[in-house]
C-alpha cells in the first residue's frame, strides 16, 4: 500500500517564476491538505481540498492556488514567486471522517527560490 | 497567533535517558496529535489524544493532556540514537484546520 507521494522532491526557480507541485494520496484518502514549513520552524496550513474543492485556507495569498483530481490526486501551484517562498512543502492526506483525523504525509518538495 | 508554543526549542540527552517535551495553546484543545520529522522530510504521526482522554501510552511514548492548562506532554523513554528527529504537537482549531507548534529538536547522543 503506497503512501503519500510527492513530486518533484527538489526544485529551484527564480522570482516571478510560477511552480507546480504534486501529491498523491494514501490509498483509500480522499482528502488532500497543503502546508508549508519553513526552515526551523512547525508547518503552516495552506489550504485542503475534499471533493475537487478547496474547504478549507490558511493564511495564504491568492498566488497560493490548487486543483483536486478525481481520482483525490492534487496539485499546489505558486505564481510570481518570492524568495520566501523558500521552503518544504508538504501534502497530507486523511480518510474520510469529522475533518479532525490522522494526517499520513508525504516527504515533501523542497523549493528554493533563487 | 494561533501557532502552538513548545518547550524546549531543542534538547540534547544520552542514550537511554527519558526525553520531555511540552506543548500549550491559547485556544481549547480539541484532539492533540504529536508528529516526529527526521532530517526535514515528510511528518510521522505518533499519537493522537482526545480531549477527554488524559493519557496515553504507544510503545515507549507516553502523552498526557491538560485541558484545563491547554497544554500536552510528550515522554519518549529510554531514549535511542534512532529517536534523534523533531517533534511537532498539532492540534484542529474551531475552524477545522491543523496548527501545529514551532517544534521541538531533539538530540540522543550514543
Known amino acids: 500500500d503506497a503512501g503519500v507521494t510527492q513530486s518533484p522532491t527538489h526544485l529551484i526557480k527564480t522570482r516571478g517564476q510560477q511552480v507546480t507541485l504534486r501529491c498523491s494520496p494514501k490509498?483509500?484518502?480522499?482528502?488532500v491538505s497543503w502546508y508549508q514549513q519553513a526552515l526551523g520552524q512547525g508547518p503552516q496550513f495552506i489550504f485542503q481540498?475534499?471533493?475537487?474543492?478547496?474547504?478549507q485556507r490558511g493564511n495564504f495569498p491568492d498566488r497560493f492556488s490548487g486543483h483536486q483530481f478525481p481520482n483525490y490526486s492534487s496539485e499546489l501551484n505558486v505564481n510570481a514567486l518570492l524568495l520566501g517562498d523558500s521552503a518544504l512543502y508538504l501534502c497530507?492526506?486523511?480518510?474520510?471522517?469529522?475533518?479532525?483525523?490522522?494526517?499520513?504525509f508525504g516527504p515533501g518538495t523542497r523549493l528554493l527560490v533563487l | 497567533s494561533q501557532q502552538g508554543e513548545e518547550d524546549p526549542q531543542a534538547l540534547s540527552i544520552q542514550e537511554g535517558e527519558n526525553a520531555t517535551m511540552n506543548c500549550s495553546y491559547k485556544?481549547?484543545?480539541?484532539?492533540l496529535q504529536w508528529y516526529r520529522q527526521n532530517s526535514g522530510r515528510g511528518l510521522v504521526h505518533l499519537i493522537l489524544?482526545?480531549?477527554?482522554?488524559r493519557e496515553k501510552h504507544s510503545g515507549r511514548l507516553r502523552v498526557t493532556l491538560d485541558t484545563s492548562k491547554k497544554s500536552s506532554s510528550l515522554l519518549i523513554t529510554a531514549s535511542r540514537a534512532a529517536d534523534t528527529a523533531s517533534y511537532f504537537c498539532?492540534?484542529?482549531?474551531?475552524?477545522?484546520?491543523?496548527?501545529f507548534g514551532q517544534g521541538t529538536e531533539l538530540s540522543v547522543k550514543p
Open positions: 485556544t481549547s484543545i480539541n484532539n
Open positions: 489524544i482526545r480531549s477527554n482522554e
Open positions: 497530507a492526506s486523511s480518510k474520510p471522517g469529522l475533518g479532525q483525523e490522522t494526517q499520513y
Open positions: 490509498s483509500g484518502h480522499d482528502t
Open positions: 498539532a492540534d484542529y482549531n474551531q475552524g477545522g484546520k491543523l496548527i
Open positions: 481540498y475534499y471533493e475537487e474543492e478547496e474547504r
